[in-house]
């Protein structure tokens, strides 16, 4: 297939190209590299610096390609900066992909991949999450991704798209062979936070919260490796047909807390991290972990990286390798 990927010299986006490529698929990636780095992007790929505000751009790239699909990563992606800047977030996460849409039905492409998010679901009411959990996004970048999963409702209706919204989880992890990794400026994610202390790089790793209803009181998540998440993208993609809509829940099934994950890395990296404990942070919700049954279902996907000691050594591979990101 030739597929279009928006945002795929960011994390998520540069992992899931480089399983699509190594499966035989001809990729462009679309990437404007405001947060993506262009030696992410696997050499086979097709790379052209842009962006999903220009329709022009995009228009004329789908003119020249005839893509089959497209898959989409390029949302901004921090919570609290989009409680505290929302129109950013709504004009990037759901106008700009309105836009993508707009030059998909132009083109007659029907089958779309979106990176969707668990903050949809807001605080759940039981665990772990399944799908038809009611939607009730306690952020603005919650609102956006479900903002564009009911977009891709609507347009199965009116001109007969078909998607697959994936739901991720806690993404993290690095390519096994160390070949890229995760590289944010700043940081916001718990495991190359405190894979920075081990480095050097920051004193000691904050404890948002110790009296959750957890069984060490410390916030509980799911940790999905990177690798994991490009192979959803290629059984989702290969899967996808035109007018149907798809959404699924990415995770392992199993939570780990943050008291967890730093033991974790102490083990894995020799550095005792220090650990500063302090108050929760607003909206935090205890605990989140996926039930991936549908998924696993749909497509037959079993995570390859269930024990989330394995993620965080590919982690520390990529970090103690590249301390400085790609700019090593």
């Excluded at 081990?198 to 110790?210: C, E, W, Y």
């Excluded at 996926?290 to 989330?308: F, I, S």
Aim: charged letters at 20%.
């Amino acid at each position: 297939m030739k597929i279009f990927v928006v945002g795929g010299a960011g994390y998520v986006g540069s992992h899931c190209v480089r399983r699509l490529v190594a499966a035989g698929h001809e990729v462009t990636v679309y990437d404007n590299l405001c947060a993506g780095h262009r030696a992410a992007v696997d050499p086979k790929a097709t790379f052209v610096e842009g962006d999903l505000s220009d329709a022009a751009s995009l228009d004329g790239v789908f003119e020249e390609a005839r893509f089959d699909a497209a898959m989409h990563f390029a949302a901004f992606l921090n919570v609290g900066e989009s409680v505290h800047e929302p129109l950013k977030y709504w004009h990037n996460n759901v106008a700009n992909t309105l836009n993508l849409l707009q030059c998909m039905a132009a083109h007659g492409v029907k089958r779309f991949i979106f990176s969707s998010s668990c903050a949809v679901y807001g605080e759940p009411e039981k665990l772990p999450i399944v799908e038809d959990l009611p939607k009730n996004p306690i952020n603005p970048y919650g609102n956006t991704k479900l903002a564009v999963e009911w977009m891709l409702q609507h347009s199965a209706v009116a001109w007969g798209l078909g998607s697959v919204a994936l739901r991720y989880f806690n993404a993290s992890g690095a390519a096994a062979d160390g070949r890229i990794g995760e590289d944010h400026d700043p940081e916001i994610h718990l495991i190359p936070l405190v894979l920075q202390v081990a480095l050097g790089q920051r004193p000691s790793i904050k404890v948002f919260g110790t009296d959750y209803p957890t069984p060490d009181g410390t916030c509980i998540r799911d940790y999905i490796h990177v690798e994991d998440l490009g192979e959803t993208h290629r059984l989702a993609v290969e899967g996808c047909q035109p007018g149907v809509v798809e959404a699924y829940n990415v995770g392992t099934g199993n939570g780990n807390s943050v008291r967890e994950i730093i033991a974790a890395a102490r083990e894995i990296t020799g550095h005792a991290i220090p650990a500063v404990e302090t108050p929760r942070r607003p909206g935090d919700p205890a605990s989140l972990y996926a039930d991936p049954t549908k998924l696993r279902k749909r497509y037959g996907w079993e995570p390859k990286y269930r024990d989330v000691k394995k993620t965080i050594e590919t982690a520390w591979r990529w970090h103690h390798a590249h301390p400085r990101g790609y700019d090593d």
